[in-house]
């Protein structure tokens, strides 16, 4: 069986890839979404309560629908109505899918709250806004403690998560 949810997420990458709309190397395209799955992977394990699934599924869609690299207020709102399109294809559950469709609908104007999915999903957003902004995430604007701290600890946030991650799959290697 996860053999078969490789595959189908596999295959989602590959869709949205080739069927996006702005160019490969833009800002807010695959690279992006890769660097917010590993974001979000760590964070998931710093975060109890929170949907590592959720959150991955979040790091491929949430910019997905993006016509602009500059502003594009509704391409969340347009993720989220992709997701509850293809609500049949997508590997998660009816109760993961609706913290997906808020959490894509809402990234763009939400502030911190309490759901730690979404706050994670969020938050693996925000702390790749450095590497395109040339700015730290100010840790204000922030919904999970994990992230907070990565934040205030400044530096190369990009190569710290990756140690990170390569630290959590270590721990987690049979």
Known sequence: MAHNTAVR??????????????????????EHWRSVERNA?????LTPG???EVARAFALFHDSQRLDDGWDDEHGPRAARFVETHRDEI????????????ACE???RGAPLDDPTIGVCWDADRLDFDRFRHNKPRPEY????????????????????RRMLLELNRSEAP
Do not use: M, Y
Request: hydrophobic residues 45%; contains cysteine; glycine residues 4%.
């Open 142 to 161: 922030l919904s999970t403690e994990a992230a907070r701290r990565i934040a205030r600890e400044g530096g190369d946030i990009r190569a710290r998560i």
């Open 41 to 45: 992977i760590v964070l998931s394990s």
């Open 91 to 102: 590997p998660l559950n009816d109760a993961q899918v609706a913290v997906l469709v808020r």
């Open 50 to 52: 929170a949907d590592v």
């Open 106 to 108: 809402e990234h763009t």
């Open 9 to 30: 997420w596999k295959d989602w990458w590959l869709k949205l890839e080739a069927e996006f709309a702005l160019p490969s190397w833009s800002c807010h395209g695959p």
